[in-house]
């Protein structure tokens, strides 16, 4: 038997793994579990996702208790359809779960010095705690840092003497500039996290990243993305805006102003109860709405638009402040809040912060969009959740 596996082995290359994908939004929790095989690649054995309760308030206290029953219940009916212990569980994490940021560390000495591990391990180590500092300010935060947790660290560039490089270990320079991607938030949020899991998937491994990570490296696999880009995703309860320039994810900023926002618009609107709204909407994208709510859900989603669009032009122009933004620009999805909001984002208003002085060319990122070399297989191309489908690549390529 062994030997078989060893033959398979050469012959197949990797052998056959499963693991599960966890895609914990603002708005919703959604779960794949998969086989990656050779013969077969990336295949669906099950799906499933839960929606995040919420009240026309945002209510911290009820958003973290409501996403942990949401991740609960998908969880368990991910594992009600597993017959083996997964390989790896891979979560990826909302910016409302923690912040993430590009921290540049810059070395400079007179005489030549060794790039080898020790040091890049003590330089990232250094920063860490630095980061873990500035986290606990920006958020007003009591916490000591004990409590704050890295959920990632990700080395996006090294240069070296002002020159990119791909392989430094074992060169000397005299000058070193680190790109290093780092998130954080607190440490009780990914206790509970591996608590569930443990319940449900116990002695897998968990791999924590963020969703715009996920979606930069993904991108890169069959995008060219040198020229750079901005990248929208406008999730349950808020909007993050990424910027990636000379291949680093630079800069995110976030707004709270989601999907749920106008939802809570519509559900005022109709004066119906707002765990209702999403039906509702899915009923006027159907055709099956009746006429004059679609005129009041019409008019709700365009005084959304209108509140939204005004924070994302200020958004845009925070960030193209030291330099003008890339021509392209991705948004997640193709539904109708997307396109809604899409019609702000095609203004003529953003000419004045793109690098050709021109509205932004923009690309909606859905399953049908996704380049033809990236060879979806057919469970993943009609599972049709675009979030899923992504993090499930960025996992069967990085991890």
Not at 316 to 324: A, H, I, K
């Amino acid at each position: 038997m062994f030997v078989l596996k060893l033959k398979q082995m050469f012959l197949f290359g990797k052998k056959e793994k499963v693991f599960v994908v966890f895609d914990i939004g603002s708005g919703s929790v959604g779960g794949l579990l998969v086989r990656d095989s050779h013969k077969k690649g990336l295949e669906v054995l099950a799906s499933a996702r839960t929606d995040i309760r919420f009240k026309e308030d945002i209510d911290s206290h009820l958003f973290h208790r409501s996403l942990e029953e949401a991740f609960k219940k998908t969880t368990q009916s991910l594992r009600s359809k597993a017959h083996e212990a997964p390989d790896f569980v891979f979560c990826v994490l909302n910016s409302l779960l923690s912040v993430s940021q590009t921290r540049i560390i810059k070395v400079n000495k007179e005489k030549p010095f060794d790039i080898n591990k020790k040091l890049l391990d003590d330089l990232i180590l250094e920063e860490t705690e630095i980061f873990k500092k500035t986290y606990v300010e920006e958020k007003g935060s009591s916490l000591p840092s004990s409590e704050i947790e890295l959920f990632e660290h990700n080395v996006m560039k090294f240069v070296l003497n002002g020159y990119d490089t791909v392989k430094p270990l074992g060169k000397r320079a005299r000058q070193l500039d680190l790109y290093v991607y780092m998130s954080m938030g607190k440490a009780k949020v990914k206790e509970k996290i591996e608590d569930v899991l443990g319940e449900s998937f116990a002695g897998s491994p968990v791999i924590f990243r963020t969703f715009p990570f996920v979606v930069f490296n993904t991108l890169k696999l069959s995008t060219d993305t040198r020229e750079g880009f901005v990248f929208v995703d406008i999730a349950g309860e808020v909007t993050d805006i990424s910027l990636v320039r000379r291949e680093v994810l630079e800069e995110i900023i976030s707004f709270p102003m989601g999907r749920n926002f106008v939802l809570r618009k519509i559900g005022k609107a109709l004066n119906t109860l707002i765990k209702e709204t999403s039906s509702v909407l899915s009923r006027l994208e159907r055709g099956h709405s009746e006429e004059g709510a679609t005129k009041k859900i019409s008019k709700a989603m365009s005084d959304a638009k209108d509140e939204w669009c005004d924070i994302f032009k200020k958004a845009v122009g925070e960030v193209s402040e030291v330099s003008p933004l890339p021509q392209n620009l991705f948004v997640v999805g193709s539904d109708k809040i997307v396109e809604e909001f899409s019609i702000c984002m095609e203004g003529d208003f953003f000419s004045q912060f793109t690098i050709l002085g021109k509205p932004f060319n923009i690309k909606r990122i859905s399953p049908e969009s996704l380049d033809p070399s990236l060879k979806l297989s057919p469970s993943l191309k009609e599972e049709k959740d675009i979030f899923l489908i992504l993090e499930t690549l960025f996992a069967g390529k990085f991890l």
